[in-house]
C-alpha cells in the first residue's frame, strides 16, 4: 500500500472547488474574492449555510499571513492499493 500525501497552505489556494451532490456540477470559488457564492454554478441550488460559512471562513485566510510563528496547511492523504 502506498499512501500519498499533498499539502497544500492556505495562503497560497487559489480556489475551492464545490460539488453539487444533485447535479454533480462543480463550482470553484476564487479564494481572493469577497463575493460570497452560495449556490451552485450549475443548477442553482443553495450549498446550505453551515457550507456556506465554513467556506467564508476558509477564505479568511489573511490573518494568517501575520503569524511568522506557525504555517498552516491542509492535507490530503491518497492511498493505493
Same mark, same amino acid.
Given at each position: 500500500m502506498i499512501e500519498k500525501r499533498c499539502k497544500i497552505d492556505l495562503r497560497d489556494a487559489t480556489f475551492i472547488s464545490v460539488e453539487?451532490?444533485?447535479?454533480?456540477? %462543480?463550482? !470553484?470559488?476564487?479564494?481572493?474574492?469577497?463575493?460570497n457564492i452560495e449556490l451552485c454554478g450549475i443548477c442553482g441550488v443553495h450549498f446550505g449555510q453551515q457550507t456556506v460559512?465554513?467556506?467564508?471562513?476558509?477564505?479568511?485566510?489573511?490573518?494568517? %499571513?501575520? !503569524?511568522?510563528?506557525?504555517?498552516?496547511?491542509?492535507?490530503?492523504?491518497?492511498?493505493?492499493?
Open positions: 453539487c451532490k444533485r447535479c454533480k456540477g %462543480e463550482t !470553484n470559488i476564487p479564494m481572493q474574492t469577497h463575493k460559512d465554513y467556506i467564508r471562513n476558509l477564505k479568511r485566510t489573511t490573518m494568517l %499571513e501575520d !503569524n511568522e510563528d506557525v504555517k498552516v496547511s491542509l492535507v490530503s492523504v491518497e492511498v493505493e492499493s
